[in-house]
């Protein structure tokens, strides 16, 4: 008798653990963001709602040894979609819209593939180079992406670059919308277990390293998701409390003889775009402030005017309530996020637009008889 009903104890728990997967599978909606995905948390909580901006068929290119662009980006999972798991799609990043804003052709490569150093010593850089060349990176990785860089401290030549002329272009673009349901039955129940697994390792303290945060705001209207009173945020974003003064010297005098390396030539120009990390921008609005240190104005202040304050026009939209700067389920930018990154970009290196007069132009006088 003992025998039968631990049997039926048991079968009774499988029954359970079968209809919660069951339940979990056909009510949570795919994962899309990095951070819902690497912490297990619910899309349905932190999905993006709306729409985002896409370019079709993407303007920016993949990096070719062979070809000139007037603009070269060597960056990371902001500047272009090279591996599967960056969830932003081709033709949404900010070279995508800097492209359409100013007919610049843009060669993008990744940093992993093309390493700064490697590109500013090839024949194409010799041989063609870009009028541009921007260095973008994560803020959180600054510290890997200059391991191994030229050594010495040297100062850039001085130099007057030249501002280009806007000649934006009328590339078409497609609204696309987060998916609500799994392809498949197998990919729900694949989902909802690896949802469950992750959300029991965090509730019992087992979590692994890499998993993302969740953290309360003091605003609910910087998201478009229904928890919009939380956001989520990457584990690795905290290792910036570790960084010394003695890390920010070696990454400014990377940073400067890169750009003294490109700007020999005469006419490549080098900027450096770092990326905040999320936590850099939401910090202000957290319930319980992190107080994460500033690191990119000290190394503007190192490495000079090449270094472009993005973070301070992406906190001004927050502060100001823009709506999904970052996206709430992912470490990266939605279209607004892209759309400040490449406007601010333009804006350093483009012809500045005049002003539009209130009043009209005096009508033409006719010629004298």
């Known amino acids: 008798m003992t025998y039968r009903r631990y049997i039926f104890v048991l079968l009774g728990g499988v029954g359970l653990t079968a209809a919660f997967l069951m339940v979990a599978a056909i009510r949570l909606q795919p994962y899309f963001g990095d951070l819902t995905r690497q912490g297990g948390f619910s899309e349905n909580q932190f999905g993006w709602a709306g729409d985002q901006t896409q370019y079709l068929p993407p303007l920016a290119q993949s990096f070719d040894a062979a070809k000139t662009y007037d603009m070269m980006v060597i960056g990371d999972s902001f500047s272009s979609r090279t591996v599967a798991s960056v969830q932003t799609q ?5 070279t995508d819209r800097l492209s359409a804003l100013s007919g610049l052709s843009i060669g993008v490569a990744w940093e992993t593939a093309l390493s700064v150093d490697r590109y500013l010593k090839s024949p194409g850089f010799h041989d063609h180079p870009p009028r541009l060349l921007v260095v973008e990176r994560v803020e959180r990785k600054l510290p890997t992406f200059t391991n191994g860089g030229p050594q010495g401290c040297p100062t850039p030549p001085l130099r007057s670059h030249d501002r280009l002329e806007k000649r934006p272009v009328a590339a078409p673009s497609i609204i696309v ?9 197998v990919d729900a129940v694949d989902e909802a277990n690896d949802f469950i697994v992750k959300f029991v390792k965090r509730g019992t303290g ?41 890390d920010l010297d070696r990454i400014s005098c990377v940073m400067r003889s890169w750009q003294t390396i490109a700007e020999t030539n005469g006419y490549t120009r080098l900027l450096f775009l770092i990326v905040p990390d999320k936590t850099t921008v939401y910090d ?32 001004d939209a927050v502060k100001h309530g823009t709506r999904d700067v970052y996206l709430p389920n992912d470490t990266h930018w939605g279209s607004a996020g892209t759309r400040l990154a490449a406007e601010f970009v333009a804006d350093e290196i483009f012809v500045p637009t005049p002003p539009k007069s209130a009043h009209p132009p005096p009508a033409a006088k006719p010629p004298p008889p």
């Open 90 to 94: 081709p033709g949404g990043f900010w």
């Open 177 to 185: 919308q987060r998916p609500r349901w799994h392809l498949s039955a």
């Open 206 to 246: 087992f979590g692994n390293r890499d998993q993302a945060r969740r953290l309360s705001l003091t605003r609910s209207d910087l998201f478009s998701n229904p928890s919009s009173q939380e956001i989520l945020v990457l584990t690795e974003d905290f290792d910036k409390q570790s960084w010394t003064t003695a």
């Open 284 to 315: 202000p609005y957290l319930r319980d402030r992190i107080n994460m240190p500033d690191f990119i104005a000290p190394l503007s202040e190192r490495v000079g005017a090449a270094v472009l304050r993005l973070d301070r026009v992406l906190a």
